[in-house]
């Protein structure tokens, strides 16, 4: 139901897109997150966004760098990624929680509809 694409290798620095497409339903009045899994680390919470109205929520770590967008035409939630270093690097997942309260969006126990997963890989 959530596709994830657009990872790849690039370079410190550099700048890269990442997709999280809406298939077979909408996620209107859910918040769409994007997690970030390096090797032998747990999943972190990278940013979200609040269908209805549009808040959005970052992680201290990619706050300024990172921008979470949607086109709702598309059944697209974007997150595009600038200034990217090498321990950015992991696979990127896309979510969907039914969660209203603040607190829980960061966490990925409150997401219960997930993508497959995008591999970052930024090189030195």
């Known amino acids: 139901q959530l596709q994830a694409c657009g990872g790849g290798l690039v370079q410190a620095g550099d700048s890269l897109r990442l997709s999280c497409i809406a298939r077979e339903r909408t996620f209107g009045g859910y918040v769409v997150g994007w997690f970030s899994q390096a090797p032998g680390k747990d999943r972190e919470f990278v940013a979200a966004m609040r269908m209805n109205g549009g808040y959005t929520y970052y992680s201290d770590s990619v706050k300024g760098r990172f921008t979470i967008s949607r086109d709702n035409a598309k059944s697209t939630v974007y997150l595009q990624m600038g200034s990217l270093k090498p321990e950015d690097t992991a696979v990127y997942y896309c979510?969907?929680?039914?969660?209203?309260?603040?607190?829980?969006?960061?966490?990925?126990?409150?997401?219960?509809?997930w993508g497959q997963g995008t591999l970052v890989t930024v090189s030195s």
């Open positions: 979510a969907a929680s039914r969660t209203t309260i603040l607190s829980e969006i960061r966490s990925f126990r409150s997401y219960g509809y």
